[in-house]
């Protein structure tokens, strides 16, 4: 079973960085053209130059020029435990913690990471061209395991906090000892950065690890919030539905400015609409009913439907069988803040 080593991380030193509000970011695959760019203007060290960079190259020579430079210093080897304070999509305030430190990289087939979620080629492609050139993990993978954790949070103030939107992040540094949890890993966001750690070990033997933050299932904070689906159009309405006000114990369809219900028991309610979309339907996401709802009322799309969010058991059931879920099934808010911690190989 998989265990959790301390690692040498790239930090910020903000005496030549700057404020470390001003250098970090959330993960690269939630940052939209605007966004990327007003990140970038808050800093020339920000991190999405490297995590977004205008190619590859650039992110190598940034990190090379930064670490000259005094940017970016290697710290000493720990791990690390990290706190985000947070209000969820549904209001409620939240404390998330978890332990940031190195894993073994080792394929699916193995047993000791496991996916739940499906990838695709051209985003691997291109973190792997980025990993070549910056030869460093610049975001944390975020897994989950089902486990007590295995230590205390230190007592104190936190070595590092700072606040990125809503989501304040603290981190303590923790002993430099390796830490063994006796069950698999699920991956909760970073299927592409993960697989490509694989990928990259295979090309790079010396490459054997990749970093993540580790929060326990046991954890008060950790919480699946639904994503809910609006479809252009649909070729035929779904039979079982009940006409209803929207009840979010159920999932919901809405059409020509009416709710319909459909019970389920046990079933994945992302799995269960998956027959009424068109394949070449124009299908987007949120996690907002409210928006979902609005998009018909608006006419910009002929259905919404309101999804339940899965449990972790449901999950972590998915991933044992080796299945995936449909896209956006799962969202684990907040995302890992990026920029606090590196990984250089």
Do not use: C
């Not at 590092?160 to 303590?172: F, I, K, M, P, S």
């Not at 995302?335 to 990984?343: A, F």
């Amino acid at each position: 079973m998989p265990k959790v080593s301390p690692f040498r991380a790239l930090r910020y030193d903000e005496a030549a960085a700057g404020q470390l509000a001003d250098l970090v970011a959330p993960p690269y695959d939630v940052i939209g053209d605007e966004e990327r760019e007003a990140l970038a203007a808050r800093s020339p060290h920000n991190i999405v130059h490297l995590t977004l960079p205008p190619s590859p190259e650039a992110a190598g020579d940034a990190l090379t020029a930064w670490q000259e430079a005094g940017v970016l210093t290697l710290d000493e080897p720990a791990l690390w435990w990290v706190a985000q304070d947070f209000t969820g999509p549904d209001g409620v305030e939240r404390l998330r913690e978890g332990i940031a430190g190195a894993i073994e990289a080792t394929p699916y087939s193995e047993g000791n990471v496991l996916p739940h979620e499906k990838t695709h080629a051209h985003a691997k492609e291109g973190r792997l061209n980025v990993l070549r050139a910056t030869k460093a993990q610049l975001e944390p993978i975020f897994l989950i395991y089902d486990a007590d954790v295995p230590v205390e949070r230190p007592a104190g103030d936190p070595e590092v906090d700072v606040t990125l939107g809503t989501v304040r992040t603290r981190l303590w540094r923790l002993p430099a000892e390796d830490l063994n949890i006796d069950v698999p890993f699920l991956i909760a966001d970073g299927h592409h950065r993960y697989e490509t750690a694989v990928a990259y070990r295979e090309v790079e033997p010396t490459a054997t690890h990749t970093f993540a933050v580790l929060v326990s299932t046991r954890s008060p904070g950790l919480e699946i919030f639904p994503t809910h689906r609006i479809v252009e159009f649909v070729d035929q309405v779904p039979e079982g539905f009940m006409t209803s006000s929207y009840d979010p114990t159920s999932l919901s369809m809405y059409r020509h400015h009416q709710f319909w219900r459909l019970d389920l028991e046990g079933d994945l309610d992302t799995k269960a609409i998956e027959p009424f979309i068109p394949s070449q339907a124009d299908l987007t996401y949120t996690p907002s009913a409210q928006q979902a709802v609005d998009a018909v009322d608006e006419e910009v799309a002929e259905v919404a439907f309101l999804v339940r969010a899965p449990t972790v058991a449901q999950v972590f059931e998915f991933a044992n069988r080796g299945e995936t879920m449909p896209p956006k099934s799962t969202f684990f808010y907040p995302k890992l803040t990026s920029g606090l911690l590196l990984y250089p190989l």
